[in-house]
């Protein structure tokens, strides 16, 4: 009796010819996932492969690309600008992702208390309305009310009104990262409430209900049912919140330009000045793949750190 071997080649046409139901459903999924596939072979995988090659070789316009080894590597390494720079960065996230998720929380609370649904509606749009603003026209509008001038800046004339000192905000050294945070604060707050609102609607009343029964008051309902159940959303947001601030380059670039003295040159705005500022294409193309790899660690860390099953 002859014994016939299905070859893979031979499966792989027979699924392109669709001998049989399970073949055409694989060839039905395999279309649908095809776009998805040649999109991010475009838009990731042949960006990141051409940026690895600017890394290594010496580009010009008049002569043949020539290997260069890790001499790109070494010249960022080497750049004091580019590691104060990153500092910066990670300096932003700290002044403004924990308070931006404090605020969130806290709104999302209040605000999922509401009982008049139109109201409630108004005002997540309200606070949401800063997400979906320019930053470009964040940074124009900030800088108004920042302007040190107490006759002209709004926030220096409350000062005054209140016989309080005036602030340099933008334009002083140890004040302007600060002052940026705020931006960033105001223009993300409204995302992150609209994320923990979702999860606490999927918080079960019934657990409120037990605990209300056995005691419990408003600070433990939040403590110990409320804040463990929207670990996901927090997971969540301190991941996009983080990767946001380590790639935020219109608000210090318009607000600030990376001044005074360097002192908000955050490391994207470092990237682009050393680009199309000192067209340093290679060097600047090895510092963006030394963020994608932060910003990929740092995800990995923060996924693994603060994601916590839990069970009810």
Do not use: C
């Amino acid at each position: 009796m002859a014994i016939t071997v299905r070859r893979p080649l031979q499966g792989a046409i027979n699924i392109i010819r669709g001998k049989s139901l399970r073949d055409k459903q694989v060839r039905t999924a395999y279309l649908f996932i095809l776009p998805a596939v040649l999109f991010f072979a475009v838009h990731f995988i042949l960006p990141v492969a051409y940026d690895l090659y600017l890394t290594v070789f010496r580009f010009s316009f008049v002569e043949a690309p020539t290997f260069a080894g890790a001499e790109f590597y070494q010249a960022v390494l080497q750049d004091k600008l580019f590691w104060s720079s990153l500092w910066r960065t990670f300096y932003l996230a700290i002044l403004s992702v924990p308070p931006t998720m404090a605020i969130a929380m806290v709104l999302a609370v209040v605000l999922d208390g509401v009982g008049n649904p139109i109201l409630k509606n108004v005002l997540r749009t309200v606070y949401f309305l800063p997400v979906v603003t320019s930053g470009v026209a964040i940074a124009f509008v900030w800088s108004w009310l920042f302007q040190p001038s107490p006759q002209y800046g709004l926030f220096n004339i409350i000062l005054g009104r209140l016989g309080l000192p005036a602030h340099m905000w933008l334009t002083s050294i140890s004040e302007v990262m600060p002052s940026i945070a705020i931006m960033n604060i105001w223009a993300r707050v409204g995302f992150d409430t609209i994320i923990f609102m979702a999860g606490l609607q999927t918080i079960p009343e019934t657990l409120y209900e037990a605990a209300r029964l056995e005691g419990a008051n408003r600070i433990h309902l939040f403590f110990h049912i409320t804040l463990p159940l929207l670990n996901p959303q927090i997971v969540l947001v301190s991941v996009l919140e983080i990767i946001n601030v380590l790639k935020s380059f219109d608000i210090p670039y318009v607000a600030t330009d990376g001044g005074p003295i360097n002192a908000s040159r955050v490391i994207v705005l470092h990237i682009y000045e050393q680009a199309f500022k000192s067209n340093a294409i290679n060097e600047a193309t090895v510092g963006a793949l030394i963020l994608f790899g932060l910003i990929f660690l740092v995800s990995i860390l923060q996924w693994r750190l603060l994601n916590r099953p839990v069970e009810y």
